[in-house]
């Protein structure tokens, strides 16, 4: 099981820090994968970070503006958001792969959901 937190409503130009946390199984062999789904839109990959040498990916869009980064002995992961934009509101869902990518298919756990804001 995954559960995020950290959502909410900031400015732009604020930053945010959401965390995933993993319950009731180990995600050390899994990739996370961060997914955001805005009103009317389809769910997209946001960012990505394998289990093994921690490689990460992030859509285009958010290069440069998101973190992403994992603590296996903390069973957490988290995605560090700066310099939001109204583009940037959506529902943002964390996701355990065996398979790094953003390939929705391939994620075996996902989290509830937490909900970014970003408005003035």
């Known amino acids: 099981q995954l559960v995020e937190s950290g959502g909410g409503l900031v400015q732009p130009g604020e930053s945010l820090r959401l965390s995933c946390t993993a319950s009731?199984?180990?995600?050390?062999?899994?990739?996370i994968g961060w997914f955001r789904q805005a009103p009317g839109k389809e769910r997209e990959g946001v960012s990505c970070i394998t289990s093994g040498d921690y490689s990460t990916s992030y859509k285009d869009s958010v290069k440069g503006r998101f973190t992403i980064s994992r603590d296996n002995a903390q069973s957490t992961m988290w995605l560090q958001m700066n310099n939001l934009s109204p583009d940037d509101t959506a529902v943002y869902y964390c996701g355990a792969s065996q398979l790094p990518g953003f390939e929705e298919h391939e994620y075996d756990f996902w989290g509830q959901g937490t909900q970014v804001t970003v408005s003035s």
């Open positions: 009731g199984e180990t995600l050390d062999y899994y990739a």
